[in-house]
């Protein structure tokens, strides 16, 4: 077995979370038909063996292809304009400049390599806003896997840029048209799938959600978010931060960016949850017009995990929303439920209005265009920068071009200080 | 064969006799036919109807879905029966309301999804939902999202108020695996017939007879579903060795077409008791072929 540089990390608890029995507390578990449990186990032992043990150098490898493919480390970049708007240190981990534009791929890539290792002969993913598809796509390609993508027709709609790059990458995007047509839908109907296919087809979940030992093993592949900001930010300013903020859907760019902050008791970390229109549920529709499920959810089981929910008071599970497709998700990872319950993660609801100034601010002040996901956090900066500490480190989880016909559709209805007159472009781009 | 080491040491498991003494009967004497409808599809009057054309139709053990919003265990005939009933106002409430009202002779099982089991109620967890099925007069459940490892809570509900826990046995369920679920199963054992979701299919997979060869030393009836459609199927299926079969998707599509067609409900339910016939009598032909045929001593 080939020496690991995990050393440091093996140490320390939060790390460990979850690696042995996938249990984060009372969440967690695997809660998947027994079709899926002989592919799960089969996962469990391929993670532990590989991504743990590094066994047949498979982290050398994903290490390597993370940087050579994947552009990796990513910056973390001091934001001048923030800094001096908010009276601190504002400091940015550029995960927008990851290859394909977000942060997905270090998961994808991960998982995509690791189904190559197990000698898995198809790749099948789901996806919300997209990013998790273009990356899924981008790395089959890359290592040449057959991949198919199922996708919630109406995030189809809101989202045709991402749906052409993972055609151009040669993935076939199935479209989802159950209920509302979101992620939801989208990781049932990609349980299906594997349910049929598992002897040959991995499936590469999007997010840390799902049955042990996925929620685990996106942590860990997205961990790297953190593993680099927190040495960059030592070296910039010397310190550690005293603040990590990232929105939170399913929550891979948030356990991402607090992986390697979790032990650290001086850092506060917000999870930023998109608030939707209102944090109203409206029980007769089943509709919860927000996707704060950290914030405003109840324990129940979805998925393979248990974990905190958008439900009806029967157990029904909401259609829930939110400006950004890929925050738009009813469900959370469940360590972050275990997190936010420990009080070690505080969750904070920051509604679409908010975003998008978010996403117009971040735009016009520091020549960066946001993914709405990653807006929610600059929403929150805005709202919140005054209870904050010295040093804060914001990720840009994504870029924004695949939201640039939404911003125009959003932005026209509403009244934002120093956007962009929209109307011109509300015939599309 | 993977599984042929393994089967030797189970033949001394402990025989499962069950909680619920009227699903043991209904398996004792002949095959068993188990039809499955989702409770509520369209609406619950029509769906009361429906029920009792299939306890009419020689259902021995009746399962009654009670719809959960993502049904990721089904495929799209389910999904489809599931929209229906919780856009025709299905709730938990309802569905023992509606198990309360039915008139049948079938014992009923619950097939519903562990997030509806484990939020009903004012505690947390599996107990209040489990004694209210009791109180309505439910023998048994399955719960397609529940493996062993989590079934503890739900498997001491089950015993403390007499029902039965239904476990799924996939086409790659085997070793370790296979014995943690027989550890935990009463009533019956679901065989799937094929790996994938639910639905009707046009053959049946060779896969069911390695799966029933794997439970031969398990003294618990196992009933076969997945795929199921005809009573050609049927005799196949229970001649190969199986105690019991299970049909849900056929039915629904009956359902399904009454919907698409507006036929009224009174035509709905006797095509559905007329599937039921067919599907009970197929069955009967491949108990009395295999009876023919078998050794003495093979009890089922």
Redesign the interface.
């Known amino acids: 077995m080939t020496e690991t540089s995990t050393t440091e990390t093996t140490t320390r608890p939060g790390r460990e979370r979850g690696r042995e029995d996938g249990k984060f507390g009372r969440y967690g578990?695997?809660?998947?038909?027994?079709?899926l449990?002989?592919?799960i186990?089969e996962l469990t032992d391929a993670y532990r063996r590989y991504v743990l043990g590094n066994e047949d150098g498979f982290m050398d490898e994903f290490r390597e292809r993370l940087a050579d493919f994947g552009g990796r480390p990513t910056p973390l970049q001091r934001a001048g304009r923030l800094s001096e708007r908010y009276g601190r240190e504002v400091y940015l981990k550029r995960e927008d400049l990851l290859h394909g534009g977000a942060h997905k791929l270090n998961n994808a890539l991960g998982q995509v390599l690791l189904a190559k290792y197990m000698g898995k002969e198809r790749i099948i993913a789901e996806t919300g806003a997209g990013q998790h598809g273009t990356a899924t796509a981008m790395a089959a390609a890359h290592l040449d896997m057959p991949c198919t993508i199922y996708m919630g027709e109406r995030d189809i709609n809101r989202q045709r840029p991402n749906v052409f790059r993972m055609k151009l990458n040669g993935s076939d995007v199935k479209p989802v048209t159950?209920?509302r047509g979101t992620l939801?839908e989208a990781i049932?109907e990609t349980?299906?799938d594997w349910?049929?296919?598992?002897?040959d087809t991995h499936y590469v979940i999007g997010s840390v959600v799902g049955p042990h030992p996925f929620p685990v093993m996106v942590r860990d592949f997205q961990a790297v978010i953190s593993e680099e900001a927190r040495e960059q930010a030592i070296g910039k300013a010397g310190d550690l931060p005293t603040d990590v903020i990232a929105c939170a859907g399913g929550g891979s760019n948030t356990m991402g960016s607090f992986a390697a902050f979790v032990d650290d008791g001086s850092v506060a970390l917000h999870a930023v949850e998109a608030g939707g229109s209102t944090l109203e549920v409206d029980e007769a529709a089943?509709v919860a017009p927000n996707s704060a499920s950290l914030y405003a959810g109840e324990?129940?089981?979805?998925?393979?995990a248990r974990t905190k929910?958008l439900?009806d008071?029967?157990?029904?599970?909401m259609e829930s929303h939110s400006i950004s497709s890929g925050l738009d998700y009813a469900g959370v990872g469940p360590e972050l439920a275990y997190l936010v319950d420990e009080g070690r993660v505080t969750p904070v609801a920051v509604d679409d209005d908010a975003a998008l100034e978010g996403f117009h601010r971040l735009s016009r002040t520091e020549g960066i265009i946001p993914a709405l996901e990653t807006a929610h956090a600059f929403g929150f900066l805005e709202e919140h920068a005054d209870e904050l500490g010295d040093r804060v480190v914001v990720t840009v989880s994504g870029r924004g071009d695949k939201d640039l016909e939404s911003v125009i559709e959003e932005t026209d209805k509403r009244d934002i200080a120093g956007a962009p007159d929209m109307s011109m472009f509300t015939g599309g781009i | 064969m993977p599984g042929d080491e393994e089967r030797a040491t189970t033949d001394d498991a402990a025989p499962k006799t069950g909680n619920s003494a009227t699903i043991a009967a209904a398996f004792a004497d002949g095959p068993a036919y188990v039809p499955y409808l989702a409770v509520g599809d369209p609406d619950y009057e029509s769906s009361l109807a429906y029920v009792e054309a299939l306890d009419r139709g020689g259902a021995d053990v009746i399962e009654l879905g009670l719809p959960?919003?993502?049904?990721?265990?089904?495929?799209p005939t389910i999904?489809g029966a599931v929209?229906r009933a919780?856009e025709g106002g299905m709730?938990?409430?309802r569905f023992f309301a509606f198990v309360e009202e039915l008139d049948v002779d079938a014992p009923l099982v619950c097939m519903t999804?562990?997030?509806?089991i484990?939020?009903?109620g004012d505690s947390?967890g599996p107990r209040s939902f489990v004694e209210r099925a009791a109180e309505v007069g439910l023998q048994g459940l399955v719960v397609?999202?529940?493996?062993a490892?989590?079934a503890d809570p739900l498997r001491e509900a089950c015993d403390e108020f007499g029902l039965d826990l239904v476990?799924?046995?996939?086409?790659?369920?085997?070793g370790e695996?296979l014995e943690r679920?027989m550890e935990q199963v009463s009533g019956y054992v679901y065989v799937?017939a094929r790996?994938?979701?639910t639905g009707a299919k046009s053959d049946v997979s060779d896969r069911t007879t390695e799966s029933l060869d794997r439970l031969r030393g398990y003294d618990v009836p196992k009933a076969v579903g997945f795929g199921i459609s005809t009573g050609e199927h049927a005799e196949r299926i229970v001649a190969g060795g199986a105690d019991g079969i299970i049909v849900g998707s056929a039915l629904v599509d009956i359902v399904a077409d009454g919907v698409e067609n507006d036929r009224p409900t009174a035509a709905v339910a006797e095509r559905l008791e007329a599937l039921s016939r067919e599907l009970k009598a197929g069955a009967e032909r491949g108990f009395a072929a295999r009876t023919a045929d078998a050794a003495p001593g093979d009890a089922r």
């Open positions: 578990g695997q809660y998947v038909p027994e079709a449990m002989p592919a186990e159950a209920g939801k049932s349980m299906r349910a049929a296919t598992v002897e089943g324990e129940g089981v979805l998925h393979g929910l439900q008071s029967h157990g029904q599970i | 959960f919003s993502e049904p990721i265990a089904e495929g999904q929209v919780l709730t938990p409430d999804y562990y997030n509806l484990y939020q009903w947390d397609p999202d529940l493996p490892e989590e476990f799924i046995v996939a086409p790659t369920t085997e695996r679920i799937q790996l994938g979701t």
